[in-house]
Structure formats: C-alpha cells, structure tokens
C-alpha cells in the first residue's frame, strides 16, 4: 500500500489539474493520494470526479499558510469542512493576503529593471484560486528572466530578497484549533525545512499537540536522515502520527516525485480514526476519503 499525502495541483501551485494530478498518482502506482494544494478546497471536487471508478482512495485536504513565533509554518489539514466559518474566515484572508500581494511585488520588479506586468502573472496562473509568488515566478521563467522557479525565488521573490512582500498568515495555533472545530485533523508540514518549524524542540510540539495537532511530516525531501530520525522519535514520544509525502507539485518542483516519501499504512489508520473521533466530535458535514468522496457523510 503506497500512501502519498501532500500533493499540489493547479487549485494553487502545481502544473496538473487535480484530474491530471489523480491520473499522475495511478499511473506512479499509490493506492492513496491526498490532494493539499494552498489554503483552498478548489480542487477536491475534479480530483474526486477523476478518482472514481478507479482503485485510487483519495484524501481531500489542504496546507494552510500560518504564522508561529514570527515564523511562516504550513499546517496540512486532512478532511475538515471547508465551510466551517473559522476555517473559512481564515482561508478567505490568507487568500486574499496572497493576491493583495502581487501587484507590490510586481511593481518592486519593475524597479529592479525587469520588465513584467500584472497580466503576464495572471496568464501565469490560469486555474489558480489566487495568484501568487510562484505565478510570479512561472511569468519570470516565460519572460527569460530566470531559468526556473528556484532561480526566482533566490534571486528575487524569496524572503529577504528584493522583491519580496510580507503577507498575511493565520497564527498556528487559531487554525490548529479551526480544523479541529471544522472535523479534520492537522498534521504540521516539513517541520525541519523552510517554511517549517525551524528545528522544533519536543516541547514545542508538545505544545501544539496540547492545542490539537495530530501529527508531524517526517519524511520529505526538505529533511535529511539525521533529521527524519529525530523527528520520528519525537513524533513516538508524543504519540504524535508521523506522515511522509512528495510535496508534487507536477513540473513546478523537481525531485518532488509523487511517491518519493509515503506514509506507513498504520500510520494513515491511525490519521483516520482521529479524523473520525474529529468529525464526530464537531458535528460538522466533513468530507470522506474513499473513490466517492465528493458526498458527505450522513450526519
Ligand atoms: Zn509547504
Ligand atoms: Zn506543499
């Protein structure tokens, strides 16, 4: 049984539409994808259309853009109710933080001398709920600027860089506890790479699980043995679950291959029975993970 969960499509950064994205995922051999593309539900509906009627159990989640302690975190969120309305408050000001963001940025790159237009990243971003950096980045790479995604975000759209715009991002612990209030469980995103924890301490996370986090990412590409090795006794000690994905986002990433890192089979168990007990505990209509799941659970 391969389990990737954490994957993107062009709901936010990736290049496959979710159905493409659930074809990619059959054809990489995983028997379980979860679809987590940035602070949006967008594309769970297609990607569900695509994976029925076929062998594919498909997990409807998102990675939500927080704040921790002055840092910017990703918060994986797996089957919470999208519609719940602290969720959603959420949501919609992040979203609307990432595209308020754009024409700055852009203006930022005309005076650095480059020669770009709000249109050119909105053809950049087609299908996108929100425009964002890496549209931005994609319209350099049209335009001859930089090789690729990496090259503008280093030189140019990353913090710290020149172009660079700060935005608005939920704190950490206000949406632990929104997906928890909205029946789903979360599960802190690469936690030892960049836009991660920065090396958390167990008391850190210990912490966080007191608020409600479910589990941690141990096996990504961001992190390298050593740090896999620490974080999954952490995540033993506590009892949190420990996921592995690919963090796919088509050609937008290399060495992202959908399946690169997976998740044990008993840990996705455990990730469902707590997302069960959340879904019950809420009240709230929470999405089903299986090949029909665009129906919701009878309440
Ligand atoms: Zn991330
Ligand atoms: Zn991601």
């Known amino acids: 049984m391969r389990i990737d969960l954490h994957t993107h499509s062009r709901a936010s950064d990736g290049t496959d539409t979710p159905a493409e994205l659930v074809h990619a995922a059959l054809r ?19 990607a569900a259309a ?33 519609t719940y309305p602290p969720l959603a408050a959420e949501l919609r000001k992040v979203l609307d933080g990432r ?16 020669d770009i237009t709000a249109d050119d990243v909105r053809r950049a971003s087609a299908g996108a709920v929100a425009s964002g950096r890496p549209h931005i980045a994609d319209a350099l790479v049209t335009l001859g600027v930089v090789r690729d995604r990496t090259e503008a ?26 997906v928890a209030g909205a029946g789903g469980v979360s599960v802190i995103a690469h936690p030892w790479g960049r836009g991660g924890l920065g090396r958390p301490e167990e008391a850190t996370l210990a912490e966080l699980q007191a608020v409600g986090l479910t589990g941690i990412e141990v096996d990504h590409q961001d992190h390298d043995v050593a740090a896999r090795a620490r974080l999954r006794a952490m995540a033993r000690d506590l009892g949190l679950v420990a996921t592995g994905s690919s963090d796919y986002h088509g050609a937008g990433k290399t060495d992202h291959d959908l399946g690169c890192n997976t998740t044990d089979p008993a840990e996705f168990e455990r990730l469902l029975a707590l997302a069960a ?12 993970v299986s090949s029909h799941c665009d129906d919701h659970r009878p309440a």
Do not use: C, K
């Open 50 to 82: 695509a994976a029925r009627e076929t062998g594919l159990m498909l997990v409807p989640g998102m990675e939500i853009s927080t704040r921790h302690r002055g840092r910017g975190v990703h918060l994986l969120a797996y089957l919470p109710d999208p």
């Open 99 to 114: 595209a308020a963001r754009v024409p700055t940025m852009v203006a930022r790159l005309n005076g650095l001398g480059i």
């Open 277 to 288: 007990e959340a879904s019950a505990r809420s009240g709230r209509s929470t999405p089903q």
């Open 28 to 46: 990489a051999g995983l028997d379980v994808l979860a679809i987590t593309d940035h602070d949006t539900a967008d594309g769970w509906g297609e």
């Open 153 to 178: 975000f280093d030189r140019y759209l990353g913090w710290g860089r020149p172009a660079h715009v700060d935005r608005y991002a939920a704190p950490l612990e206000t949406v632990i506890r929104a």
